[in-house]
């Protein structure tokens, strides 16, 4: 009886996992697609204004789009991690 208890607790802490990291995947995919839709559009202003002093090269502009685009992702994942290791 306490064998077949602490294996539903674990399905059950399981399952509980998956949704919080589904959760946290939706959200990040949300805040990753807001970034990449506002670089492409910085990009666009950037090629449209090609020789105004002052901008960043194309090369800069990338490179804050992927840290921007990525950082949901690992944000959301540190998190997850903290609370694993919270209930441990």
Same mark, same amino acid.
């Given at each position: ?6 294996? %539903? ?6 399952v509980? %996992? ?18 990449? &839709? ?10 449209? &204004?090609?020789?105004?002093? &002052?901008?960043?090269?194309?090369? %800069? ?16 994942? &540190? ?8 209930? %441990?």
């Open positions: 009886m306490q064998q077949q208890n602490l294996q %539903d607790g674990r399905v059950r802490r399981t509980n %996992d998956v949704v919080m990291a589904e959760m946290f995947l939706v959200q990040a995919t949300i805040e990753s697609a807001t970034a990449i &839709g506002e670089g492409i559009n910085a990009l666009g202003r950037q090629i449209a &204004g090609a020789g105004n002093a &002052g901008e960043d090269s194309l090369q %800069d502009t990338l490179q804050r789009i992927r840290s921007r685009a990525l950082e949901p992702y690992t944000s959301r994942f &540190g998190y997850l991690l903290e609370l694993r290791r919270g209930e %441990d």
